[in-house]
């Protein structure tokens, strides 16, 4: 069937809107019209080649959420009509997959960042050559075709524009702290990076009950708005030295660091500010081949740990659902960080959030649909 979609064609190029073919759902596959996606930096990273060289051109997008319109012989957990948010690709069979955790899935890589299905194959081409297919969705298209593992069913009128950002930088904010870090009731943590990833940790610590939240940016407004969804404390890199401000507010340390910047001198800080037996982790788009310096006697000698986390250690049928609910029942504002913008404004989404103007661009493909 032919699509519109928002084709990437070149390293820091804009996007266009060109027809793609998109093939019809496999056995284990579902066909989904697509009402809304978030864009994520990752997006942009993967069009740049700044983490993974995808091929172009290439359809990218991976924070979808519509609705189902056919679905594969051999799928069993959904039906036509069924409002879904789209989560990332992994294979189901290896150790990570078995034990609930399939953003560590051993093929991780080839399900969503080398341009196909993770078989070899991708679902769309034009004029019979090949487009590649990101993050086991595509999502920066009308419609997707998607594995069944991949696709969370939602209840019935379910707001999608508000829950297309499951699929990534809530499990991967969210999931961080909820999930990999266990933050816990009356607890401390200071989150390196007000994007949508780290007000999104800051959300769910909130949420959990968290004692002292620091929020850490250099953009005043973002703090602001920090302050607004539940930060205790600020940090304003540009006037302070984190280790000194966070040791004012915290003369200890604080139980657990959340870095969602990339930056080797802000994560290495986030381990200069644990509290002893604190936590260190760290998440975003790290090119392979970089390298942080740490003071190993700090860390040994506290008992503190350093950890990396992919996409909140989630397993997205469980925690997706989870956090679907907490956000309808309003105890996960993230309304208060969206903004919206028709599918064919996606350049200029793309801007506003490289920018810094907004926090997290949502695209809508049908109003009508979203809410």
């Known amino acids: 069937m032919n699509i519109t979609a928002a084709v990437a064609r070149g390293i820091a190029a804009p996007m266009s809107l060109e ?54 012989s051999a799928v069993t957990k959904l039906a036509p009509g069924d409002r879904v948010v789209l989560s990332f690709g992994s294979c189901g069979a290896c150790p990570s997959c078995a034990a609930h955790r399939p953003s560590y899935c051993e093929a991780f890589d080839d399900y969503n960042f080398h341009g196909t299905r993770g078989d070899g194959t991708t679902p769309l081409h034009q004029h019979g050559a090949p487009v ?39 499990q991967t904010g969210a ?92 994560l290495r800080q986030a381990t200069e500010i644990l509290a002893r037996r604190g936590t260190c982790g760290f998440v975003g788009g790290i090119p392979p081949k970089t390298y942080v310096t740490l003071d190993v006697e700090h860390m040994m000698t506290g008992g503190r740990n350093f950890r990396g986390i992919i996409l909140g250690d989630s397993d997205p049928d469980i925690f997706i659902p989870q956090m679907a609910d907490a956000i309808m029942a309003g105890k996960f504002p993230i309304d208060r960080i969206v903004t919206r913008y028709p599918f064919a404004q996606i350049n200029q989404a793309i801007a506003d959030s490289l920018d810094g103007r907004t926090v997290k661009a949502v695209l809508i493909f049908d109003q009508t649909d979203a809410d």
Request: glycine residues 10%; negative net charge; charged residues 15%.
């Open 132 to 170: 590649s297919f990101f993050e086991a969705q595509s999502s920066f298209a009308t419609y997707s075709v998607c594995a069944e593992r991949s696709v969370i069913k939602m209840p019935a009128g379910a707001p999608l524009d508000l829950l297309c950002p499951l699929g990534c930088a809530v």
């Open 175 to 266: 999931g961080g702290v909820i999930n990999a870090l266990g933050l816990k009731s009356g607890q401390s943590i200071a989150i390196f990076g007000t994007g949508s990833v780290g007000l999104c940790a800051l959300m769910a610590a909130k949420m959990v009950g968290a004692g002292t939240i620091i929020a850490i940016d250099r953009n005043p407004e973002r703090l602001a708005l920090a302050r607004a969804l539940g930060a205790t404390d600020t940090v304003d890199t540009t006037r302070q030295s984190v280790p000194e401000a966070v040791r004012t507010i915290a003369p200890h340390g604080v139980d657990f660091t959340f870095e969602t910047t990339a930056n080797m001198e802000l």
């Open 19 to 72: 027809t793609v073919e998109l093939a019809l759902p496999r056995p284990d596959e579902v066909l989904v019209r697509m009402v809304a996606t978030g864009i994520c930096h990752t997006d942009m990273a993967m069009r740049d080649h700044k983490i993974y060289p995808i091929p172009h051109p290439a359809v990218l997008g991976h924070e979808g959420a519509g609705i189902v319109e056919q679905i594969g």
